[in-house]
């Protein structure tokens, strides 16, 4: 790898993640570093604060020579941390994104699970935020302490944590914007918030899907009433609903008929969506766990790949104005309010597809039901551009000596608004989209876990990316 003496790469990693990332990590862990869409009194509680003071006590125990920690707080945006290191070589700026906020808690972990306390079990770390993606910052000073060890050559790097990325990423645009002149001249970006199919080699994320979220509230009376007295005279507020969700998804085929919310596949993406399901078959179908009997919404991975990754989806991800079951009386609800969710194809103008769905909804509603919308949120997609010849030799050379398996592409049903962002801003900027994540890693969800050595192999792969990049031109 021209220069960087691979052995000792591999040994500073793997000594620092057992000497003190893994430590330090699952301190993290234990802070509810709730993101602040989940945490309306974040401030207040100071939990992001706590998290971001934690990783900057890490940073600076580093040591890095000429390196610099800051904390970086716009008023009444939550935390940014920054680590900046000088480079040995000047070929630009490295951009390496992470965050430090997390998904609530939920319930449901398993026993002897907690999403507060770290657990360490056959090579994962259990916990809140440890996958997703609390060792990113971790994983990314490894790496260039790992270059340094090894004798070998990078660029400055600017290692950016923030702590808003699973609200939606809120206050990214302005601190780009107040740190546009500090950052510099970007060239690369590495976000280790990704993953993919497998722990068998390293995955390139090559688009992100956008967002199109809301609330929806169909209201047909000031209060409830008998439903034996009223329905059949007033209509359901769930009828309505159905009716208007009706307009936007087929039920059937969970198809979103909105135009503005589908987009042209690029061939090359529909290739790399056999490639992806090729290279780990059964991987995207057995991912998730179904109940007995069930099975994904078609058979062929490929398609189950494009389907997550450049189609547009809808889920119903919370609902009010409904009792429990045993609290349910024979009432004729006065409302139903739905949180909808939809992915976006990469490519896709959030925008446009807000507006869209906002007029099927509100647009001649039946009965003349009130409806209202509220807690609305659009944030556009990603699609990276042509690897530039280094890093695609780069890449392959990581995958044969870190990974001894060939790297694998594939888009991400997810979103990372930062990306998109970043694309705007640094429009001549190679992307390494990334990380230890698999389809089962639980990130959101109950029991999150991270594969250790899968980490430590992306922070290796990090490393040698960083020594090529400097040294591209020589």
């Not at 998804?249 to 090359?268: A, F, H």
């Not at 050379?397 to 594939?410: E, H, K, L, N, S």
């Not at 991270?450 to 992306?458: E, F, G, M, S």
Request: charged letters at 20%; a negative charge.
């Amino acid at each position: 790898m021209g220069g960087v003496e691979q052995t000792t790469v591999r040994t500073s990693i793997q000594d620092a993640w057992s000497s003190s990332v893994l430590p330090s990590l699952s301190e993290l862990v234990r802070i509810p570093a709730v993101s602040q869409n989940f945490d309306p009194e974040w401030a207040e509680h100071g939990q992001l604060h706590a998290a971001v003071a934690h990783v900057r006590d890490w940073l600076n125990a580093r040591k890095l020579p000429g390196a610099r920690v800051e904390i970086v707080q716009l008023d009444g945006r939550s935390p940014l941390l920054l680590l900046d290191v000088p480079g040995t070589a000047d070929a630009g700026t490295v951009l390496l994104y992470g965050h430090l906020d997390k998904q609530p808690p939920m319930g449901g972990w398993s026993a002897g699970l907690d999403p507060w306390e770290p657990v360490v079990r056959d090579g994962k770390l259990f916990g809140r935020g440890a996958a997703d993606d609390g060792y990113a910052g971790y994983a990314a000073t490894t790496a260039i302490e790992a270059v340094r060890a090894a004798g070998g050559t990078h660029s400055r790097c600017v290692v950016l944590l923030e702590t808003g990325e699973e609200s939606g990423s809120p206050d990214l645009p302005a601190y780009l914007e107040q740190l546009r002149d500090q950052l510099g001249a970007v060239n690369l970006v590495v976000c280790l918030d990704s993953g993919g199919n497998d722990y068998e080699r390293l995955w390139l994320t090559t688009s992100l899907r956008g967002l199109v979220s809301l609330d929806v509230t169909v209201r047909v009376l000031e209060s409830g009433q008998h439903s034996g007295l009223a329905s059949g005279v007033v209509p359901s507020s769930f009828r309505v609903m159905r009716q208007l969700l009706d307009r936007v998804e087929d039920s059937t085929t969970g198809e979103i008929l909105l135009p503005e919310l589908n987009v042209r596949v690029p061939e090359n993406r529909v290739a790399e969506a056999r490639s992806s399901a090729d290279a780990a078959p059964g991987a995207i179908r057995g991912a998730f766990p179904l109940v007995a009997g069930g099975r994904p919404v078609v058979a062929d991975e490929a398609e189950l790949v494009l389907n997550n990754s450049w189609r547009p989806t809808l889920s119903v991800i919370g609902a009010a104005g409904f009792p429990e079951p045993l609290d349910a009386g024979n009432v004729l609800r006065p409302y139903s309010t739905l949180t909808l969710s939809f992915r976006l194809p990469p490519t896709a103008d959030a925008s446009a597809a807000l507006a869209a769905v906002q007029r099927a909804l509100t647009t001649d509603v039946p009965y003349g039901a009130e409806v209202t919308l509220s807690r609305v949120e659009a944030q556009g997609g990603w699609n990276a551009p042509d690897l530039a010849p280094w890093l695609e030799a780069t890449l392959d050379t990581v995958g044969d000596r870190v990974f001894g398996a060939p790297c694998g592409t594939i888009g991400l049903g997810g979103s990372i608004p930062f990306m998109g962002l970043l694309a705007s801003t640094y429009p001549e900027a190679q992307f390494v989209i990334t990380g230890a994540l698999g389809q089962d890693s639980n990130a959101h969800v109950p029991d999150e876990w991270l594969h250790l050595d899968q980490a430590q192999r992306v922070t290796e792969a990090v490393a040698h990316i960083l020594h090529a990049h400097a040294t591209r031109n020589l």
